[in-house]
């Protein structure tokens, strides 16, 4: 049974760290593309970094960029996305998706095949 699990949100003072996790069953991360998405109250799922499966090139949102990074560990079937200098509007729900057709980056949530079941993260003093 094909399986994504996220895990790492919480309640973070701005300006702090969080690294998220997501782990993958019955299936194998590293040959397949993996993307972090995340929805605040009202606004639609957006990309926020992805990581292909062809050469681990990633992508970020503008809005993370340099705050972010989106890495594997293959050993543990696991993709992280470390957050540092969190600010307030990156309050939502993250979510992990894999795209087990592409081999680039891709940014659009319709082409991902498999989700977890999202983790929230809150940034709040």
């Known amino acids: 049974q094909v399986q994504l699990v996220e895990s790492g949100g919480g309640l973070v003072q701005p300006g702090g760290s969080l690294r998220l996790s997501c782990s993958g069953s019955g299936f194998t991360l590293e040959y397949n593309t993996i993307g972090w998405f995340r929805q605040a109250p009202g606004k639609e799922r957006g990309v926020v970094a992805c990581?292909?499966?062809?050469?681990?090139?990633?992508y970020y949102a503008d809005s993370v960029k340099g705050r972010f990074t989106i890495s594997r560990d293959n050993a543990k079937n696991t993709v992280y996305l470390q957050m540092n200098r969190l600010k307030p509007e990156d309050t939502a729900v993250y979510y992990c998706?894999?795209?087990?057709?592409?081999?680039?980056?891709?940014?659009?949530?319709?082409?991902?095949?498999?989700w977890g079941q999202g983790t929230q993260v809150t940034v709040s003093s």
């Open positions: 998706g894999a795209d087990i057709e592409a081999m680039g980056i891709t940014m659009i949530s319709e082409e991902y095949t498999y």
């Open positions: 990581i292909s499966s062809s050469d681990s090139s990633t």
